[in-house]
């Protein structure tokens, strides 16, 4: 059985400058800042059909695709297509056309039997709503497998938790895209996270709302007045001192570090292309080298992150004094200023010559209603007794309204930014709104509510 096929890397593979086809994903509604993004980098031209759902489609060649691993602030993996078949699915005639199709790619000429693999299915649109993605992963898994006990007559082993080899099937209509995603872990893990937090941002999404403020950090500054586990103020830390997000994992890639968590580093790492191909392994290394030779130290920005929860700064510090100890760097009191404080008087702190304004971030809890689960544990007890951030809804409503009107008061001519997945609060804010953006965090819809003070 033959199907048809819109296109198959497979022949390229071991060319390193061939192009290939990827799928970079990215949190929903961060599409856009995506392209934005890897036109900045360089890798896109001008407005190719490239937005898909919660991701972009992009054609270069394997070392392209390894520079976004390394230096994209707001992807979350990177997936090389090996294939796209056409195929027409049905509940109970499955079994014996999904393995036949995914029979087709000589997997052992893509890594070796001593690789451990996950072979997950998506459902997307126009497919038999009777499909059940379990089974279907089952399938592809046997199909894969027995590729290598008929070719090999070794089998490689399953390893749901850290695959060496993620394997995707992405199913939609009459087609599916067979993947393998080559970042690993998702890329928003930057590892700087020392202490547990409940309810932070993705590192990625912090990011993506960094560029839809358009916070220029040559001149402006940034305050993040709820600044919780510090995600906002280091990644923004992060961005105005140019050090790419994955600089910690460089460097333990570097050092060869095989702490645990660190072990499975980029899964592009065990292709066999990649293991076989000397020259390819040189230029990784020297991506990797140029990574750690990026960073501008001696940028001037100034972020402000301030909290009224002393658990919350303690996290905060702990994070920036990990990145200090990674870079062997000062960053508190020279480039970023942590204080306690309350967001609703707060008052603007002492600027640059050159910084006469900036952006004000927050956000704020949600509340129980939309989100229990991210926000009940969010302060220690003291803190709830000692502060104004029960999940009480007329608390919250007040402290809604409070953080408008201090904005208003003593934030003159900044932007000011709210982040928050609480719909009903946001109208508790008297300020005129200059723009909503629409972003998902997981799955909770949320706002970037931007407000232009005068
Ligand atoms: C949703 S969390 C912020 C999470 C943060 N963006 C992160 O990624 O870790 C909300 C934060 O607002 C803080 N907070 C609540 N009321 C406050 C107030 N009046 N002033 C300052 N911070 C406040 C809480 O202590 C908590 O750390």
Not at 204 to 218: D, G, K, M, T
Not at 245 to 264: C, G, M, T, W, Y
Not at 296 to 307: E, H, P, V, W
Not at 334 to 342: E, H, L, Q, R, S
């Amino acid at each position: 059985m033959q199907n048809n096929y819109s296109y198959y890397n497979l022949n390229d593979l071991n060319n390193d400058n061939a192009e290939k086809n990827f799928f970079i994903s990215c949190n929903r509604k961060c599409e856009e800042v995506l392209i934005k993004e890897l036109k900045a980098l360089g890798f896109i031209n001008q407005n190719p059909d490239e937005k898909a759902f919660a991701g972009v489609h992009f054609t270069g060649n394997m070392e392209d695709a390894f520079k976004i691993i390394l230096n994209s602030r707001v992807a979350s993996r990177v997936y090389l297509k090996l294939a796209n078949f056409e195929i027409k699915l049905k509940k109970d005639q499955e079994k014996e056309l999904l393995y036949q199709t995914v029979r087709q790619i000589n997997w052992c000429e893509i890594f070796s039997a001593k690789e451990s693999i996950k072979v997950s299915c998506i459902l997307g649109r126009g497919l038999d709503k009777r499909l059940n993605s379990h089974y279907l992963s089952q399938i592809a898994k046997d199909a894969v497998v027995d590729t290598f006990r008929d070719n090999v007559g070794q089998r490689p082993n399953v390893n749901t938790a850290f695959p060496d080899i993620p394997i995707v099937l992405y199913f939609e209509n009459n087609n599916v895209d067979i993947l393998i995603d080559i970042s690993g872990e998702p890329l928003g893990n930057r590892h700087y996270r020392q202490n547990d937090f409940a309810a932070p941002l993705r590192e990625n999404l912090a990011a993506s709302i960094l560029y839809l403020s358009e916070w220029n950090y040559q001149n402006e500054c940034f305050i993040d007045c709820m600044c919780g586990s510090g995600t906002m103020t280091i990644e923004a830390l992060l961005m105005g001192l140019n050090i790419p997000p994955s600089f910690i994992k460089v460097k333990r890639a570097l050092i060869n570090d095989s702490a645990e968590r660190l072990k499975h580093r980029w899964t592009i790492e065990n292709l066999k292309f990649f293991k076989e191909n000397a020259k390819f392994r040189m230029k990784f290394k020297e991506l990797l080298k140029s990574v750690r030779e990026q960073y501008k130290l001696n940028n001037k920005i100034s972020i402000f992150a301030s909290d009224i929860s002393a658990k919350s700064l303690t996290t905060t510090k702990t994070h920036i004094s990990f990145i200090e100890r990674e870079l062997s760097v000062k960053l508190a009191n020279d480039v970023i200023f942590i204080k306690k404080a309350d967001a609703t008087t707060l008052k603007l702190p002492s600027l640059n010559k050159n910084q006469n304004k900036g952006i004000i971030f927050a956000n704020p809890p949600y509340g129980k209603r939309l989100g229990a689960e991210l926000e009940t544990d969010y302060t220690d007890e003291r803190d709830k007794r000692d502060n104004n951030t029960d999940d009480n809804d007329d608390q919250l409503a007040k402290l809604y309204h409070d953080l408008g009107e201090n904005f208003k008061q003593n934030f003159k001519d900044f932007r000011a930014y709210i982040f928050t997945g609480n719909l009903e609060l946001r109208k508790k804010i008297s300020l005129q709104t200059s723009s909503r953006i629409e972003l998902f965090n997981g799955d909770i819809e949320c706002r970037l509510l931007r407000y232009n003070l005068y």
